[in-house]
């Protein structure tokens, strides 16, 4: 089992019954945390992460309660000069996919929503099903993924700022929606909760399955030139795991996860953990949300 390292557990003003979205704002030169609540709350709250010289232990949050509101957990991107790009899953009764520009104006608690799209076209309906995710997606500079209502896991991308194309059912997803990073996407299987991948686009040898497990979606990051996946286990009470994807046995048709590669944490999450590449210096991150019976959320460093 694994420590983490410059953790923080922020007050009682930072809960959640979801998990964390998170991205790194390089206009603030810091984390931002986006979540569902707090409590039982279904607005999201936005908050920039404060600590000295970027640590993560001994930080507060600069806390942004925007008027958006969703079931799920919404997701998180930088997108260069188009700045903070949150989605979300709306409350209206067909459940529409928004993406949107967000502004955090410094030393005020307001949300500054602009260009507002709306993507439920093609193959995505309503979303439904789970929580959305951003990514970039190489050559193209942002992508969505969300589940439909019919559980389909469906991929859209934008060819310039939030000029979404129309969104292709690429696979059946899983618990809660799926995990994107550049051109992979990861989910927790329907039928036996094991951790499905598949690389887009598709191609024979795109998909691998893992032994292991969970309730939740995992999450996925760039590390040093590798991916990395994090996850909430089914055994014990909810501990979190971090390993990285070995994509010689993916091409193989193995398990992209090595088992003596996973970093079993001591550490607890009810719900889906936010991996996040911190820059100078580069280190992998992981935000989530605790077990101890108020949502606490969380922060701390895993690999250096």
């Not at 079931?71 to 903070?84: D, N, Y």
């Not at 193989?252 to 210096?281: M, R």
Request: net charge negative; aromatic share 6%.
């Amino acid at each position: 089992m694994g420590d983490v390292r410059d953790k923080m557990t922020w007050p009682a003003d930072a809960t959640s019954v979801a998990g964390p979205a998170v991205a790194f704002s390089p206009a603030r030169g810091a984390p931002v945390i986006a979540w569902r609540g707090n409590a039982n709350s279904r607005n999201i709250t936005l908050a920039v992460v404060l600590g000295q010289s970027g640590a993560l232990a001994g930080s507060r949050l600069e806390t942004h309660v925007s008027a958006e509101a969703s079931q799920f957990a919404p997701a998180l991107h930088f997108l260069g000069s188009q700045g903070l790009v949150m989605a979300w899953v709306g409350i209206n009764e067909a459940r529409t996919v928004n993406v949107a520009t967000v502004d955090l104006p410094a030393g005020s608690a307001a949300v500054n929503v602009s260009n507002r799209v709306f993507v439920n076209s093609g193959g995505l309906g309503g979303g439904g099903a789970g929580p959305p995710s951003l990514s970039p997606f190489d050559p193209l500079p942002i992508s969505l993924a969300c589940l439909n209502d019919g559980g389909q896991l469906c991929v859209a991308s934008a060819r310039s700022g939030l000029n979404f194309d129309a969104a292709d059912a690429v696979d059946f997803g899983g618990q809660e929606g799926a995990a994107l990073s550049f051109l992979s996407a990861a989910w927790t299987r329907f039928d036996d909760n094991q951790l499905e991948f598949i690389s887009l686009p598709l191609t024979p040898t795109s998909r691998a399955r893992s032994a292991q497990s969970s309730l939740h979606k995992p999450s996925l990051a760039e590390f040093r030139g590798r991916l990395h996946v994090a996850w909430v286990g089914t055994e014990g009470n909810g501990q979190l795991n971090v390993a990285p994807i070995d994509r010689a046995a993916w091409d193989a048709g193995g398990d992209p996860v090595d088992a003596g590669q996973v970093n079993t944490l001591n550490e607890f999450s009810i719900a889906a953990p936010a991996l996040l590449n911190l820059p100078d210096p580069e280190r992998l991150a992981i935000f989530w949300t605790g077990t101890d019976g108020e949502g606490l959320l969380n922060g701390a460093i895993v690999l250096p």
